[in-house]
């Protein structure tokens, strides 16, 4: 996880510096090997990385038309998110990206449409790109709107997005740009350079609002937390670190930190961190709590915070191995649950298969291999992340509001385009 | 007993209890230069090794307790003048309870074990004399460990094996010689059964890691999981997808049993058993017919005890936790639905 304050790790701030000197494929090349190798991990930083390398893509790649530019968006994207399948942000954002760049052909084509080309075409959009990819020779995309969170809108306007704020997550709702108008230039190279500059405003909006999203989140802390409020929180992330503090400056309430990891530590190695200094000076009591197990805790506890690396469309949520258990006894005592996303989090996939998601651990750290016949006999698994059901979570905090399992598709809507649910299957040319 | 401050102990760091849980008893090293002079020194020891958590599991504090008693009686003396009956418990007995407590809090069955016993002293008559009177105590205690502990031990592995099935997964989660017992008991004497066992570890005790290796040497199919990561998702029931088939039974070892049916087990197993019943699958609880106590539970803060060695402002840990979710007790007399606690506290009362 990256630490709050510097707000990116190091891998990450040297790789964007690097974007500028670099040739596109070398800086492709060298994010897909840090994901890979996890040095840049933790689902923000893989989404800015995400996001830098696709504004290169826009900004440097070869194409000549817009499904041109779409297709090598997509390959990025599939390179990145098999290079990360564990991250669900990284897929969320090469959706976004694909989305705003639908979303400012659709607009530039209505326009251009409207003055030159037949009218049949400009009342059905859809066809029209169809025949255009006939044309151009590109197989045509595969676009089964397979997944959950299209369950019943799929028109792009919806009433969520007309209530949502504009300011400060511009690029979180994409109406929030439909006032631009593209000027009608003819041609196919003003055109593209127009659309291209649009898209690379956009992203910087993407950008924007993921350097702003742990400061959007803790706005809502002074109505969660209460004064003398037990909190228990479960993996501390730069979310949930920055939501604790700001609640600090007004209340006094006490947090539970249970730590999945760090218990294989020995005892009395734990030094506090910056962020329980910060807190304890503002008269925030933080406990430490190393059982494996917290159920013992939840008569005390009255809420309980999990911090996630991914949401998706049901409402499950990806988060640190323990989480389950937490949850499930939050359940069991009646404790509200709270998952804090930002909305890069909140992916349009549901899952049916709750492993697929899970990272797997080495179990070196547990099992000594010395022991032969445990090596041999008895399996042994650890499970980094795991998958909490969608009903163990009651409250979802995102950078544009507080929202329930209920609200999730119609944030969705309002996010990505249906036509990149499932970019990652699509085979480009 | 209270005892002067501790100055120097083992420990450099002063141990920090959050206010919330300051009315929670630890475990304390006491140097044995501060202790009472009239401890015997076989109960110095087992102070000792209880204080430094060598000797953990209740069961084993019990008997490890009623044999340094042996000695005490066996070396004790009636002044002139007094009685045994009457002497023994003020001056003898209860520094070595005092000094037994201070080390660590007394497990629920040696506070019984204790009240028994005083309850066999007074119940001497005032005019025997030494002899005679150590000669019926040490017969007490010789046979209390046999039939509370020792036959009551193969009771409850010979019926809780009964409800090993052939095909059955079972999870257990860290180690109770109960729960070892009776795995190792079901493989050896059902004929042709065949099963396999999850163990569910603590990640900081790590005892489940011997009885995973225990179990493999002896034979069973075993499977280790070092935390309760992935509980719900993977080990109880893994989705359909997957190969792996549903584990059918939780097999828990406890430390008591209150009488309003709660049990009170190793902190961690609340956990594992909620994520069972949320599963839908049974949970099994072991526990002696002594082991059960007239005080009742509803939560895991009422009784408990800080770990020592994690207190201080940077961590901490309880060291048990109270569930409701189980779903049969097995005895030494016989399976029970927890409700019924209070019977069969009832019936060893009446022994």
Redesign the interface.
Same mark, same amino acid.
């Given at each position: 996880m990256a630490p709050f304050q510097a707000g990116n790790t190091p891998q990450l701030d040297i790789f964007i510096r690097g974007l500028k000197s670099h040739p596109l494929e070398a800086s492709t090349e060298t994010l897909v090997s840090l994901l890979k190798r996890r040095q840049i991990s933790g689902s923000r930083p893989c989404a800015i990385a995400a996001v830098h390398i696709l504004r290169q893509v826009v900004a440097k790649a070869p194409y000549r038309d817009v499904d041109g530019l779409i297709a090598k968006i997509q390959q990025t994207g599939q390179r990145l998110v098999h290079a990360q399948p564990h991250e669900l942000a990284v897929g969320n954002i090469v959706r976004r990206v694909l989305g705003l760049i639908r979303e400012e052909m659709q607009e530039d084509r209505t326009e251009f449409g409207g003055d030159s080309v037949s009218d049949l075409q400009t009342l059905c959009p859809e066809k029209e790109k169809e025949t255009k990819e006939h044309v151009v020779g590109l197989p045509v995309l595969s676009r089964a709107p397979t997944l959950g969170g299209w369950s019943h809108q799929s028109a792009p306007f919806s009433i969520m997005n007309l209530l949502s704020p504009d300011q400060g997550s511009g690029a979180g709702s994409p109406m929030g740009r439909s006032g631009t108008s593209t000027p009608m230039l003819h041609g196919q190279n003003l055109s593209i350079n127009n659309l291209k500059s649009e898209v690379l405003d956009g992203i910087d909006e993407i950008t924007d609002e993921l350097e702003q999203v742990d400061d959007q989140i803790a706005g809502y802390a002074d109505i969660q937390i209460h004064p003398t409020d037990?909190i228990l929180v479960h993996e501390l992330d730069s979310t949930t670190e920055r939501f604790l503090l700001r609640a600090s400056r007004e209340r006094r309430f006490?947090v539970f930190i249970a730590q999945?990891k760090s %218990?294989?530590s020995k @005892?009395?190695d734990?030094?506090?961190s910056l962020f329980q200094k910060k807190l304890n000076s503002a008269g925030v009591?933080t406990?430490?709590?190393?059982? %494996?197990?917290?159920? @013992?805790?939840m008569?005390?506890v009255d809420k309980v915070i999990l911090s996630v690396r991914g949401v998706t469309a049901d409402g499950g949520a990806v988060a640190?191995?323990?989480a389950? @258990?937490i949850a499930?006894?939050a359940r069991?005592f009646g404790k509200p649950v709270v998952v804090l996303m930002g909305m890069y989090k909140l992916s349009p996939e549901s899952t049916?298969?709750?492993?697929s998601l899970?990272e797997w651990g080495e179990?070196e750290s547990?099992?000594n291999f010395s022991?032969g016949?445990?090596v041999n006999?008895?399996?042994?698994?650890?499970?980094?992340t795991?998958?909490v059901?969608p009903g163990l979570v009651d409250t979802y905090i995102s950078n544009i509001g507080v929202h329930t399992q209920d609200h999730l598709p119609s944030l969705i809507v309002d996010h990505y385009n249906e036509q990149d649910s499932d970019f990652v299957l699509t085979i480009p040319a | 007993g209270s005892r002067p401050e501790v100055k120097s102990g083992p420990r450099e760091?002063k141990p920090v209890i959050?206010e919330?849980f300051s009315h929670l008893s630890m475990a304390k090293r006491i140097p044995p230069s501060q202790t009472d002079k009239d401890v015997h020194p076989a109960v110095l020891a087992l102070g000792q090794q209880m204080s430094s958590f060598s000797l953990t599991d209740s069961i084993g504090r019990l008997q490890g307790t009623l044999l340094a008693l042996q000695k005490v009686i066996s070396s004790y003396t009636t002044p002139q003048g007094s009685s045994f009956s009457r002497h023994f418990t003020p001056h003898a007995l209860n520094p070595q309870i005092d000094y037994l407590s201070a080390c660590r809090p007394m497990c629920f069955c040696m506070g019984s074990a204790v009240r028994w016993l005083k309850l066999k002293i007074s119940k001497i008559d005032t005019d025997a004399d030494d002899l005679e009177a150590k000669a019926v105590l040490q017969e007490e205690i010789e046979e209390f460990i046999m039939a509370r502990i020792a036959l009551a031990d193969a009771s409850v592995v010979v019926n809780a094996a009964e409800h090993i099935k052939d095909g059955d997964e079972i999870i257990t989660f860290g180690s109770h010689r109960l729960v070892e017992s009776t795995l190792i008991w079901a493989l050896k004497d059902g004929e042709g059964k065949s099963f396999s066992v999850t163990v569910v570890?603590?990640?900081?005790d790590k005892s489940g890691?011997v009885l995973?290796?225990k179990l493999?040497?002896a034979g069973i199919k075993?499977?280790?999981?070092?935390?309760?990561?992935?509980?719900?998702?993977?080990i109880l029931s893994?989705?359909a997808?997957?190969s792996t088939p549903r584990s059918t039974k939780v097999l828990l070892g406890a430390e008591s049993m209150f009488s309003n049916g709660t049990m009170y087990g190793r902190?961690?197993?609340?956990?594992?058993a909620?994520?069972a019943k949320?599963s839908g699958i049974p949970v099994i609880a072991l526990c002696h017919s002594f082991s059960f106590t007239e005080r009742a539970a509803t939560?895991?803060?009422t009784y408990?005890e800080i770990?020592p060695?994690?207190c201080?402002?940077?961590?901490?840990?309880?060291l048990?936790?109270?569930?409701g979710d189980i779903t049969t007790v097995v005895t030494d007399v016989g399976n029970a639905p927890p409700r019924s606690a209070m019977c069969v506290l009832k019936r060893w009362e009446d022994i």
């Open positions: 037990y006490t999945g %218990t294989t @005892a009395g734990a030094t506090p009591k406990i430490n709590i190393s059982n %494996t197990g917290l159920a @013992a805790y008569t005390k640190e191995s323990g389950t @258990a499930q006894a069991a049916p298969d709750p492993r899970v179990p547990f099992v022991k016949n445990m006999t008895v399996e042994v698994e650890v499970p980094l795991e998958f059901a | 760091k959050p919330c570890d603590d990640p900081i890691l995973a290796e493999s040497e075993t499977k280790y999981a070092p935390s309760l990561g992935g509980l719900s998702t993977h893994p989705a997808a997957t902190a961690g197993s609340s956990d594992v909620l994520a949320m939560d895991s803060l408990n770990d060695e994690r201080t402002d940077q961590e901490f840990r309880l048990f936790d109270v569930t």
